[in-house]
């Protein structure tokens, strides 16, 4: 969908942009085509579109061969996706957030243009649920990447980028001037995709539960964050991996958290 387009659509639809759902609609048909290359879907393949506000993203992945899930939080917006003639999806009327009653695990790819002010909560629960996906591509605010693709040691380093690095390799892929939205916003946005990895495996609910408790208290010993659990089996865990018993979790790598979980939870 084009600008011309999208503004008739919006137009003949009545629809108003919310910003309580951060709705921007993306009209740039290059960009479009861009992001649909990038999420290398296949024949078959199971999709999760999150966010797919009037479809801009949705048309070119129904004239696909695959299945297609599409979750919208604006009941207005799904409910004109399921009249529309060119969508071929399962539109689900819900807060992805919110969302129970789907099956995580089948997805293959998840596609996203993602709100800033929830762009972390789902992630971690697309981490937590969706173990399966081979890849993930979102769009994110540009200044949101500094957050998602950060090295320990550094102010931006958290749960957000340990999950991130634990599910694989992350890639930014295009830069989205705010012209390509209606409406506008005054930011700029990039796409970027993470391709799922060996250490994928280790992520469920409970290890993104403990990665956020690992973080709770980041400015103190990562010690004092772990006072739930058996202080017998946290020294243990300490001494099995050598770990400085001042140490912080902003100073671990990621694949250490995994080693770390193993020997207190499994």
Known sequence: MDRETTNKYLKTHGILPESRFGQNFLCDEDIIASIVEIAGIRKGDRVLEIGPGIGALTRPLSAMEIDLTSVEIDKRLSEILREDPDINAQVIDSDFLKLTDYNPEAFDIVISNLPYYVMTDIMKKLFAECINARKMVFMVEEEATARIDASPKTKQYGPLAVLTAVYGVYSEE??????????????TSAVISLTRSEDAKALNKEFVRFVDTCFSMRRKKLTNSLKAYPKE?????????????NVRAEELAPEVFISLYDAIIN
């Open 174 to 187: 295009l830069t989205v001037q705010g012209s390509c939205f209606i409406p506008a916003p005054r930011t």
């Open 233 to 245: 089996i946290v020294e243990g865990a300490y001494s099995k991996l050598g770990l400085d018993p």
